[in-house]
């Protein structure tokens, strides 16, 4: 059962040895991310399942210990998804799941086994949900480090350009994900946020199905948009 959950963007600018000058603009995020992941810490999981978005070969499992690297970004930084034996030929993480990694390992994450799940972009809405079930049926108590941005449309210089839709998107998913409001997650609209690049569309509906049945209370810790990205912080308990 689900007992808790974090949402967190996952930006490698979230690093910042990866955002370099620019990592002070990235410091409410960093902080919000880090009270989350405490709400994590604070229920006391059986086991810790971090979801995020993946390109073709970074989606599916990743055992503990599954490490990822921040090297292509720039910067000579290397994590693991949690404590245990290193994975012999094992897969790299994918982006987001290291960035999910990274975060763990600042907050010193010692509070429960770790598995990853990368997710693809254009998985339907009803497969997200089921695979959100099956999380939640893995341990007595099932906590989630979701990773995922908003549109990437909220200005000219936005990686997507500017769209008039990216803003009522982001507030009705930031609604959403304040409100833990498990049925608009599941209505999010798979082709708008493809086409507004939201990579967050499908884990939080992953985040949706492993909900289901539960009655947990949302709070919505950040909002914002730097570089035209929309960045949520949320926290599921």
Sequence with gaps: MLVAAAVC???PVLVPEVAAGAAPELDAARAACADALGVLAAARPDLLVVVGPAEQ????TFPQGSRGTFRGFGAEVDVRLGDGPDVAGGRELPPSLTVGAWLL???GWADAPIEGLGVGEPLEAERC????REIAGRAARVAMLVMGD???CRTLK???YLDERAAPFDAEAARALGAADVEALKALDA???YQLKAAGRAPWQVLAGAAEDTDLAGALLYDDAPYGVCYLVATWS
């Design 150 to 152: 908003a549109s990437a």
């Design 57 to 60: 070969p970074g989606r599916g």
């Design 105 to 107: 390992e600042r907050t």
């Design 9 to 11: 963007p996952c930006p």
């Design 129 to 132: 949900v089921r695979a959100g």
């Design 191 to 193: 082709d708008l946020a």
């Design 158 to 160: 936005a990686p997507g």
